[in-house]
């Protein structure tokens, strides 16, 4: 009997997840990880009790294939990423940057419903640091543009204080790129807080570098493509609704979206 | 009169179940539903719009050719960007369901030489980098028309079926798609890219295996071993091709059930299939059965001799492609009623998909900062993956707490120059000549050849030290199974010049070594053969 066979379901059960914690491992890479990802496909059995751990865990199993296991932490999860596994601390003007640089990755990934829809199996094309900016920098200039055409005045000192300016501003006034006095491309340029965001993609085994080309491009790994084609494109679209039904200030709602 | 209509040939949200259907089988041409008085003298025949929308798919290739003089980077005008993407999907084709598929590294390394041979012809030093950006562009054409991933789109005239009118159509295509598979991302070529490629060569691809099949059997009877072989790996790629189709419907019925038409196109689908699985193994069996025959009356030494083993071999690993084909087909209607089963209560959202551009990362940008931080910490979570919490452990907080304090410096200081020294790689286990010679003997092969008889020359011929053998063993064995790069995330291959494929049931018993025979393939002649 090989030493898998000679454990309980449970264990083997709580193996799999364990596996599947680690998104940058692959069932390939480990004999007992295929193994487990196989048993998950063919035995119901099996199949309920890793479900049911995963339940009671608060993990969501998105899909499960010989690729790996795709799991989403549902709210409250002690899985769920924090903002300080992200940046260990920030402003609010980097804890926004970061946002919408993660936002924009993913926007540029996926433009269009249709990219969400697609066969899972299918990766979307690689994008660059540059592409991503361009992207978030021409919807911040169509922002600029509107409220120029409305007259609208800068923001009062109270409101910047009360954090009410809004969020194109922000990206709008931080250069793209450019040279800090040291080496390297400036902490505070928008373009830095893109890499940041890939890097830390990266490292969790979401997104992978495309051949040694220089920009670097990176495309999704199976797994992000599983989570946001399942769950995490509506819940990122759920999240920025509920913002904006509860928006505080002198945002604009969506109907007066410049695009709209 | 004619009259003249617009409509758009837009893709079905539902997977395409009859594109490779032989028709006998199941698939009927699209628009066939000429009656019969058309069809005896039909004013348009439907045939020709279908001709016509497969002769279309060349237009994005032939843009490309158009590109290249108006290319603005100089440095890449000499580069025939018609001539590499036919490269390009030619390896993908040759590669796709049969192992070592093309992902991006192996294209751009089997694309170099071609792009080499263009620097020569203009005078023009090879340059990687040069290589790499021209690759780039080449891929950023064949995935789509533009930056956003938008189909090509093809306008086109067609007569409608009852030869009245005219109507004005859009055909949406793409070319290349990347595709994960379980050890990364591959190319694949889209149903009308491979459609283009095959009927562009005169195949027809709906009955190709049927065809491949009868051209072996032909083949192998006029003695014509060279040419059966050729036939024989386009049948290996054509039931790999079935089996594939069948795998996916399946996975996205796993996925959701919803987005298969079990009703009617399925069955109908997998009934065809089950025929064709039965009735290939039949003609294969035949096939195997005449390529024993012709191998007792071959030399073993001989090349026609390797061709017909190569043959049947290719040919008992269709049968058993096809088995495993027939196996999985039988299952399926099991798989939809489980997965019925369990999707059935499974919560639908009644959201409709987000366009992640224009309805989240807009409206974000024009909400008040808290409101956007508070939007974007919530929805991250969901695409972060998870973040297992790090454990505590007593030991590390006694170390954490006892270990001295860093006093920070500030200030600036002096770096000095790193004193590096260079250290020599240690001694190899087999000497440089022992290593050239066994790359030499690879080099030089034109024909697959098993490994038992290359060995064999080898061992007894009394010039070559048995360390040559001994390393030619190992380096056979070590690309027969590869090493894992954990750095690269690939496979670590010793030799560029042959690909190594295994010789089911054949022994190799030579000298010291013993065990199953290799088959080994001059990686050139794969490519050869595929164009």
Known sequence: ?260 | MLRVTKAAMGKSPQLDLTTDLPPEEGGLPEGDTMGSEGARNPPWDPDLAERLRVLLHARPLLALRHGDARRQDEQLQHYDSAALALKAIDLILSHTGLGREMDYERLLRHLTPLMEAMDQEADLPSDPGRHQKMYDRLLDSLRGADASRNPFEIEYTAVDDDGEGLTRRTMQMHLLREEYQDEGTVFRLSDEATTLYLRSLGQDISDAQVASEALIQHQLEDGRFGEAVRSARNARHQSARFYRKIDDLLQITRQDLRRVDWAESVPELLDSARRHARNRQAVESQIVESAEQHLTHLDPGGDDYEHVVEIRDLIRDCRKRHRRLYERVMDAPDVFLEEQARQAFRPRSSEPTPELGPEVLEPLLGMPKTDAIEATEQGAHAVLGPAPPTLPTLGNLLGWLLQPRQHQQRGTAELDDPDLVAIPDPPPRYPPAVRQTVRALLQDLQEPRPLSQVLEAVWSNPDHEPAVAEYLVQVCVADFAPDWNEEDDRSVRTLSSVIVRKRDGQRLDVGPFYGEDLLLIPESLVNEDNT
């Open chain 1, 1 to 260: 009997m090989s030493p898998l066979e000679s454990k309980s379901l449970e264990q083997q059960a709580s193996e799999l997840l364990h596996w599947a914690l680690d998104p940058r491992t692959k069932p390939v890479q480990h004999e007992e990880y295929r193994r487990l990802v196989d048993r998950y496909i063919e035995d119901r059995d099996f199949r309920r009790v890793v479900d049911d751990f995963a339940t009671g865990q608060k993990l969501d199993i998105v899909d499960v294939s010989s690729k790996g296991v795709a799991l989403v932490p549902e709210p409250g999860s002690r899985f769920a990423s924090k903002p300080g596994n992200y940046r260990r601390s920030g402003s609010a003007d980097k804890r926004l940057l970061d946002g919408l640089a993660l936002y924009g990755i993913l926007a540029t990934f996926y433009p269009r419903a249709s990219d969400l829809e697609g066969p899972r199996d299918e990766a979307p094309r690689p994008v660059t640091v540059e592409e991503v900016d361009q992207n978030i920098r021409r919807l911040a200039e169509q922002w600029e543009e509107r409220a120029r055409e409305e007259n609208r005045a800068d923001p009062t000192v109270e409101e910047l204080e009360q954090g009410l300016e809004e969020a194109w501003r922000v990206y709008h006034n931080r250069v793209e790129t450019g040279k800090a006095e040291t080496n390297g491309s400036s902490p505070r340029a928008t373009r830095s807080y893109i890499e940041h965001a890939f890097e830390y993609l990266r490292q969790n085994g979401l997104i992978q570098r495309v051949g040694r080309s220089s920009p670097p491009r990176f495309q999704p790994t199976w797994a992000l493509n599983a989570v946001i084609q399942t769950k995490g494109a509506a819940r990122v679209y759920r999240a920025t609704r509920e913002a904006m039904s509860g928006s505080s200030g002198s945002g604009p709602s969506v109907a007066s979206s410049p695009s709209s």
